[in-house]
């Protein structure tokens, strides 16, 4: 089991910046997929972005597309979420969560990922 703990949440006006961090600790984050969802009042938690244990595969949301990154750094122990041009709609908590990196293939339904973080706060005002 590995423990994540988000941070780098906060309040931002729309199109701004902020950089989430998921940090791995008790096992390496190199044995697992990581994935990013949010959850907002109100509504379902829907998948952000995921990444390959390796880095070399990412898939987003259409939603997301164009304006966040996700990427890692093993060595680190950490995997990012860079999110440009925020928008409103975009407040939300933001949870990383980590998946075997047995499985082949990147997903985007939370009932994948087996260990989660507690969630960083993102605030977009307009």
């Known amino acids: 089991q590995v423990q994540l703990v988000e941070s780098g949440g906060g309040l931002v006006q729309a199109g701004g910046s902020l950089r989430l961090s998921c940090a791995a600790s008790?096992?390496?984050?190199?044995?697992?997929?990581v994935g990013w969802f949010r959850h907002a009042p109100g509504k379902e938690r829907d998948f952000v972005a995921a990444?390959?244990?390796?880095?070399?595969?990412?898939d987003y949301a259409d939603s997301v597309k164009g304006r966040f990154t996700i990427s890692r750094d093993n060595a680190k122990n950490t995997v990012y979420l860079q999110m440009n041009s925020l928008k409103p709609e975009d407040t939300a908590v933001y949870y990383c969560?980590?998946?075997?990196?047995?499985?082949?293939?990147?997903?985007?339904?939370?009932?994948?990922?087996?260990?989660w973080g507690q969630g960083t706060q993102v605030t977009v005002s307009s």
């Open positions: 969560a980590a998946r075997s990196r047995s499985y082949s293939s990147l997903s985007s339904y939370h009932s994948d990922y087996t260990d």
């Open positions: 990444i390959s244990w390796s880095g070399g595969s990412t």
């Open positions: 008790g096992r390496t984050i190199r044995l697992y997929a």
